[in-house]
């Protein structure tokens, strides 16, 4: 695929790490990208920084919203000015290698009729130099989801669903490379699962015939920070959400082995002991 592609990156008060994020947009491979900034309601120097990279790039696009209308009508506003057949949606405090945009083109253009591409992701706190890569992905190496000639995972709802029960949410949020028709037709992120509101979307993929990839390269680096909305949820002592959204959204619409079920369990329980020893 040689068009264009919409960088859609949503941010809020992003001043501190906007002006990396965007750097390492603009140094990919693939030239022929345009980037929308949909700051919302900003209240520090996101602004003025986002309009500093325009006047060095005309690539860049700056969507400045009056109003504060959450993290998910931002992301719907973003992609309704995007113009191209292709849409990523990125993170204001992520840092992305050259590579990420143009591998994603060629995943969706491989033939195997993916509909969203993902990458591997590592993630790091203050420094690049201390990244922290899930092990998780090297036991899905053996798994009937991997491709070795595109060393990519990939799959639909029969091949996923049974991934996501047993070790989680493995779709990195801040790499998606999508289909613009596609996402749309799914009907985009929605706030019904604060803080899920990707397993949400992934899910509803899957549901709706999609297939989906996971690129094994780490060419997504994910800042962990107090400031984040997930790190805010992660401090509630509430059962995660994740669990809700599988319960209700995927468990209803795929059919489990009892073995596989028995591991969904085993892995809940697990997550609500470590709530129970955080609360104590």
């Avoid at 690539?59 to 000015?81: F, H, M, P, S, T």
């Avoid at 059962?239 to 209803?252: A, G, S």
């Avoid at 009892?258 to 329980?269: G, M, V």
């Amino acid at each position: 695929m040689s068009e264009l592609v919409s960088v859609c990156i949503p941010v809020y008060n992003g001043e501190r790490y906007i002006a990396q994020t965007l750097t390492s947009v603009l140094e990919q491979t693939s030239r022929e990208i345009e980037i929308l900034v949909s700051a919302n309601a900003s209240t520090d120097k996101t602004v003025n920084i986002v309009k500093e990279f325009c006047g060095r790039d005309q690539r860049i696009r700056l969507i400045n919203n009056d109003k504060n209308d959450g993290y998910c009508k931002n992301i719907e506003r973003a992609v309704g000015e995007a113009t191209s057949k292709i849409v990523c949606i990125f993170h204001a405090d992520d840092v992305y290698e050259s590579t990420i945009i143009e591998r994603g083109k060629e995943a969706l253009d491989d033939g195997k009729g993916v509909s969203a591409v993902f990458c591997v992701a590592d993630s790091f706190s203050s420094s690049l130099d201390q990244r922290v890569l899930p092990k998780v992905y090297n036991t899905l190496i053996n798994s009937q989801i991997y491709y070795p000639q595109c060393n990519s995972f990939i799959g639909g709802i029969e091949e996923f669903a049974p991934v996501l029960l047993e070790y989680g949410n493995l779709f990195a949020c801040p790499s998606l490379i999508t289909l613009k028709k596609g996402y749309l037709n799914v009907g985009g992120y929605t706030d019904r699962y604060p803080s899920n509101e990707d397993l949400d979307l992934w899910i509803k993929y899957l549901l709706q015939g999609n297939r989906l990839c996971i690129v094994n390269e780490c060419l997504l680096h994910y800042r962990k920070s107090e400031s984040q909305g997930s790190a805010y949820w992660e401090r509630k002592l509430e059962p995660p959400v994740e669990f809700k959204v599988i319960e209700e959204q995927l468990l209803p619409n795929y059919t489990a082995s009892l073995k596989l079920f028995s591991k969904y369990r085993q892995r809940k329980a697990r997550s609500l002991i470590g709530k129970a020893v955080l609360a104590s």
